[in-house]
């Protein structure tokens, strides 16, 4: 099969002018050509900064809207951490205009669905309903973004902040493994790099803050400047722009926003920890620091993660599960816009050791070495990859939500064009490089996560003890 014939990638055509909307500027218009695998979109730009990206798809009667700032938990700082996610809990709140909770019923009514999400780099509000709802959907975002503060109240605020930990205790801290990422975190990274901590934060930050900090993060990072609203689905470029500026162009510029730049991690040897949880199946994760997203080696590491595991056939599944040493063994690549992670994650039975898991992991890695990578590997690879990215792109959800991601993190919310040829372009030489490069006798942190009482079942004594972030003196 040819990957790159099979999406057959002509360059789509691209043009930059000036719109005739007075307070909007058409930055481009790209047109899907034949079958080629592009979304057709109009990208623009009010004087305030925000950038708008409209994919009219007229297939049903609905219409996408989703709003993206370019802020997450990396834009935090040490001692505040869990801003972001907070935010996120605050802006379903109620705004100047809108009563409080209110978002949900006005769109449920409307006939549609809403929802948020925070990670490390970004936060998204977003709508679905009929397309005759789409004023409603810019009112209520504009209306987060633009007059949000003065309905913060120290009320809301307290209600917020006991829901956020009660969330952290439901799904970190008495969730069975839900300690294993922030502990793989603090013992990766720097104390002042925002990656060392989760996004939803530290209890002891939360409990720290006052709403003043909140109402100072928001100023810093939403403004119109720092996000991109994305509609796709049954409108026409003409009425979101007016519906745009009517909503959305009163609101001042934010504070300008610079990109962040952290140093690579470096380990000088494989760092073991370990922590007590309330479970059966002992664990073990090595995770290796590899490069950001959209670095030229994130997709010959995927490859190589879905051939270590990624089917009944891999050298993971025969070696563990099929010979029923353990439960689960999983390979995966989880790269950010700032760092990435090669992880290793190996969950056995109550009778079995992590210490002889730890060397059925560097023998498993040993025999991938010896087996090579195959044209079978790659040809099954990519033609899941285009599985993949076709179905995402079967709704306008789905488009609308990739038009907002490569925006936000590329400036191009046509990516998807280069995001196939580099996958497409992927070569057994590659994906041995890589392997060589960060994974092969390379160090890692391996955590050790321990029934109650039995410490004994570890892979090794820890050699790191992770700093102390919580100084009372500084903080």
């Given at each position: 099969?040819?990957?790159?014939?099979?999406?057959?990638?002509?360059?789509?055509?691209?043009?930059?002018?000036?719109?005739?909307?007075?307070?909007?500027?058409?930055?481009?218009?790209?047109?899907?050509?034949?079958?080629?695998?592009?979304?057709?979109?109009?990208?623009?730009?009010?004087?305030?900064?925000?950038?708008?990206?409209?994919?009219?798809?007229?297939?049903?009667?609905?219409?996408?809207?989703?709003?993206?700032?370019?802020?997450?938990?990396?834009?935090?700082?040490?001692?505040?951490?869990?801003?972001?996610?907070?935010?996120?809990?605050?802006?379903?709140?109620?705004?100047?205009?809108?009563?409080?909770?209110?978002?949900?019923?006005?769109?449920s009514e409307a006939g549609g669905t809403l929802n948020g999400s925070t990670n490390t780099d970004r936060t998204n509000y977003f709508e679905l309903l009929p397309s005759n709802q789409l004023?409603?959907?810019?009112?209520?975002?504009?209306?987060?973004?633009?007059?949000?503060?003065?309905?913060?109240?120290?009320?809301?605020?307290?209600?917020?902040?006991?829901?956020?930990?009660?969330?952290?205790?439901?799904?970190?801290?008495?969730?069975?493994?839900?300690?294993?990422?922030?502990?793989?975190?603090?013992?990766?990274?720097?104390?002042?790099?925002?990656?060392?901590?989760?996004?939803?934060?530290?209890?002891?930050?939360?409990n720290r803050v006052d709403v003043t900090d909140l109402k100072n993060f928001f100023k810093r990072w939403y403004g119109p400047n720092n996000a991109t609203l994305t509609v796709s689905g049954?409108?026409?470029?003409?009425?979101?722009?007016?519906?745009?500026?009517?909503?959305?162009?009163?609101?001042?510029?934010?504070?300008?926003?610079?990109?962040?730049?952290?140093?690579?991690?470096?380990?000088?040897?494989?760092?073991?920890?370990?922590?007590?949880?309330?479970?059966?199946?002992?664990?073990?994760?090595?995770?290796?620091?590899?490069?950001?997203?959209?670095?030229?080696?994130?997709?010959?590491?995927?490859?190589?993660?879905?051939?270590?595991?990624?089917?009944?056939?891999?050298?993971?599944?025969?070696?563990?599960?099929?010979?029923?040493?353990?439960?689960?063994?999983?390979?995966?690549?989880?790269?950010?816009?700032?760092?990435?992670?090669?992880?290793?994650?190996?969950?056995?039975?109550?009778?079995?050791?992590?210490?002889?898991?730890?060397?059925?992991?560097?023998?498993?890695?040993?025999?991938?070495?010896?087996?090579?990578?195959?044209?079978?590997?790659?040809?099954?690879?990519?033609?899941?990859?285009?599985?993949?990215?076709?179905?995402?792109?079967?709704?306008?959800?789905?488009?609308?939500?990739?038009?907002?991601?490569?925006?936000?993190?590329?400036?191009?919310?046509?990516?998807?064009?280069?995001?196939?040829?580099?996958?497409?372009?992927?070569?057994?030489?590659?994906?041995?490089?890589?392997?060589?490069?960060?994974?092969?006798?390379?160090?890692?942190?391996?955590?050790?996560?321990?029934?109650?009482?039995?410490?004994?079942?570890?892979?090794?004594?820890?050699?790191?003890?992770?700093?102390?972030?919580?100084?009372?003196?500084?903080?």
């Amino acid at each position: 099969m040819n990957f790159k014939n099979i999406f057959a990638l002509p360059i789509a055509i691209v043009t930059i002018c000036s719109s005739v909307f007075s307070q909007t500027t058409l930055i481009e218009k790209v047109n899907r050509n034949g079958s080629e695998l592009v979304i057709s979109y109009e990208k623009h730009k009010l004087s305030n900064g925000l950038t708008i990206v409209i994919h009219e798809d007229h297939s049903d009667p609905i219409v996408y809207v989703d709003l993206t700032y370019h802020v997450g938990s990396a834009r935090e700082q040490e001692g505040r951490s869990g801003f972001a996610h907070f935010f996120e809990h605050m802006m379903f709140q109620g705004s100047e205009h809108v009563g409080d909770e209110q978002h949900f019923k006005i769109v449920s009514e409307a006939g549609g669905t809403l929802n948020g999400s925070t990670n490390t780099d970004r936060t998204n509000y977003f709508e679905l309903l009929p397309s005759n709802q789409l004023e409603t959907a810019l009112w209520l975002e504009s209306d987060r973004m633009g007059f949000l503060l003065d309905s913060v109240t120290q009320q809301k605020f307290e209600v917020q902040r006991a829901t956020v930990k009660n969330e952290r205790g439901q799904n970190y801290d008495n969730k069975p493994y839900g300690l294993a990422r922030e502990k793989i975190g603090a013992a990766l990274y720097p104390m002042e790099h925002p990656y060392s901590w989760l996004t939803i934060g530290y209890i002891e930050d939360l409990n720290r803050v006052d709403v003043t900090d909140l109402k100072n993060f928001f100023k810093r990072w939403y403004g119109p400047n720092n996000a991109t609203l994305t509609v796709s689905g049954d409108v026409s470029v003409s009425d979101v722009i007016r519906l745009a500026e009517k909503y959305f162009g009163p609101i001042p510029r934010g504070i300008e926003v610079k990109s962040q730049n952290f140093a690579p991690v470096v380990l000088n040897e494989d760092r073991y920890i370990s922590y007590e949880d309330n479970i059966r199946a002992p664990q073990i994760t090595f995770t290796y620091p590899v490069i950001a997203e959209r670095n030229e080696d994130e997709a010959p590491l995927d490859v190589l993660s879905d051939i270590l595991a990624g089917s009944k056939s891999s050298v993971f599944y025969q070696n563990f599960v099929k010979s029923q040493l353990a439960q689960s063994a999983n390979v995966g690549l989880n790269t950010k816009e700032l760092s990435g992670e090669f992880i290793i994650t190996v969950r056995t039975f109550p009778d079995k050791s992590l210490k002889q898991m730890d060397s059925l992991v560097r023998e498993s890695l040993k025999e991938f070495e010896k087996r090579g990578v195959t044209d079978d590997d790659l040809k099954k690879f990519k033609a899941g990859f285009e599985t993949q990215v076709v179905n995402s792109l079967s709704s306008v959800q789905g488009k609308g939500g990739m038009l907002a991601a490569y925006q936000t993190f590329t400036d191009n919310p046509n990516f998807i064009t280069k995001e196939i040829e580099r996958y497409n372009n992927v070569t057994k030489e590659d994906v041995i490089r890589v392997y060589n490069t960060y994974i092969k006798n390379k160090h890692a942190v391996v955590l050790s996560v321990y029934p109650k009482g039995k410490p004994e079942v570890i892979a090794k004594p820890d050699n790191f003890k992770q700093p102390i972030r919580y100084d009372p003196i500084k903080y």
